[in-house]
């Protein structure tokens, strides 16, 4: 099947942010760094300072994933980092919709997407995914992602 990235509209991008900020805010409080009652506000947050002008915010690339019908199956959000020794583009948010999860087509979106930036002159590309997400990080240890940092916590007790 193939795949293409295309510019999303405010409406889409509207849901994105509501989405991206839910799961991240989550995210933040399961591996200990927020408290639940603030999480939201936090990254809320961080969103705006990583986007402030929204949809045009300079090298801040927010993409709907579509199928090869124009079906839109998913969302991705990265950003062009030019100042780095490499061409750099550092992927901040990718999912599909649940409907389209477990069927491989990740791996195809992730390459087209590795062709596109290619294409451009980009030489690497960075991301985090949270340690508790095992499923992402092997999906993207299966195509050829290698760990560069590892982050470690530990709570203490008493």
């Known amino acids: 099947m193939a795949f293409k990235l295309a510019p999303m509209s405010e ?3 509207q849901r994105f942010l ?9 995210n933040q409080t399961v591996v200990g760094n927020w408290l639940p009652q603030n999480a939201v506000a936090f990254a809320r947050e ?76 980009v030489k690497r590309i960075e991301l985090q995914v949270f340690g508790h997400k095992t499923d992402e990080v092997q999906m993207y240890m299966d195509n050829a992602y290698k760990q560069t940092m590892v982050l470690f916590g530990k709570n203490l007790e008493g």
Do not use: C, H
Request: aromatic share 14%.
């Open 46 to 121: 961080e969103q705006s300072q990583m986007l402030p002008d929204g949809l045009n915010t300079p090298n801040a690339f927010l993409s709907n994933v579509m199928d090869e019908n124009d079906q839109k199956i998913g969302m991705m959000w990265f950003f062009l980092d030019e100042d780095r020794p490499q061409k750099t583009v550092v992927l901040l948010d990718f999912f599909l919709f649940p409907a389209f999860r477990g069927k491989g087509f990740e791996a195809d979106v992730l390459k087209t997407f590795e062709e596109g930036i290619k294409s451009i002159g």
């Open 11 to 13: 409406e889409d991008f």
């Open 18 to 26: 509501n989405k991206s900020m839910q799961e991240y805010a989550y």
